[in-house]
């Protein structure tokens, strides 16, 4: 179940995520980039990093906050799992912590690390609410976080977020720098401060989930081929070799992957270990 949030949060959350699975055998997920960070609560079982030969578990926190990927990450569970999941902006959580995105590039911490005791409470209020009365309890605490805030001007990111995705992904930096009237460098600077990511590798994020939702969409009788031009891709090839680099599979696999979510999909059984 997704959920948006109160007007107020918008700029700061996406969405809320509720996520179920109630298997007990061993589930392997595929977490991959979608250009936001997430804050997931785990309130049935925790979930597992990884697991190595000798069947020993690396267990993940409780609750973790995720930033920006290079790639994917795989996360396992051995039991049923329930997830909430908060989906930031791609400039949420810089504004919420006023922490550089770039300190979480590529990082799962734990939400202990990051915010104060009042996030302990919460994980065990939600624990033991039903899905309405999360989505009440996640609002009063970031409307309380935000009350706290000052005002930052955003002007520069949003102005150029909004020409990414509006272009879905697909521009130059020279074309970036002449829509905004600042340097690269300086744009350079204020994405990593602000989102974790340069403009071309968030770019390259936004068009692969053009992507996606091209092939989500598409007809019987619309080939991978025109998907590809469509979405900006030079040729298949390309493609593949990026879809690859962010997901680890192919497009034709991902077709036919459990999906929890657009970009968190369930991919193996335990026998594939």
Do not use: W
């Amino acid at each position: 179940m997704q959920v948006s949030p109160p007007k107020e949060l918008s700029p700061y959350i996406k969405h809320y995520l509720f996520l179920d699975n109630t298997e007990t055998a061993v589930q392997k997920f595929r977490l991959f980039s979608d250009g936001n960070t997430g804050l997931v609560f785990s309130v049935k079982s925790k979930l597992i990093s990884g697991i190595n030969k000798f069947d020993a578990k690396d267990y993940l926190p409780t609750s973790f906050l995720y930033g920006q990927l290079n790639g994917f990450k795989d996360l396992y569970s051995e039991n049923e799992i329930t997830l909430i999941i908060v989906v930031f902006q791609p400039n949420g959580i810089h504004q919420l912590l006023e922490i550089p995105a770039n300190e979480f590039h590529d990082a799962i911490i734990p939400v202990e690390d990051i915010f104060d005791q009042k996030i302990t409470v919460l994980q065990e209020k939600l624990s033991q609410q039903n899905n309405q009365m999360r989505i009440e309890l996640l609002n009063h605490f970031f409307r309380s976080m935000i009350n706290s805030k000052p005002i930052s001007n955003q002007f520069i990111i949003n102005n150029s977020l909004d020409f990414i995705i509006a272009n879905k992904g697909q521009f130059s930096i020279k074309q970036l720098i002449e829509h905004t009237g600042y340097t690269e460098r300086h744009l350079e600077r204020k994405f990593k401060e602000c989102i974790g990511l340069n403009p071309k590798k968030f770019g390259n994020v936004v068009r692969l989930h053009h992507f996606l939702k091209l092939l989500k969409d598409k007809t019987d009788d619309t080939n991978l081929t025109t998907i590809c031009y469509d979405a900006g891709f030079s040729d298949q090839s390309h493609l593949i070799k990026e879809f690859k680099k962010h997901t680890g599979i192919t497009p034709k696999e991902y077709l036919y992957t459990g999906k929890l979510t657009n970009n968190l999909i369930k991919k193996f059984h335990a026998s594939t270990f």
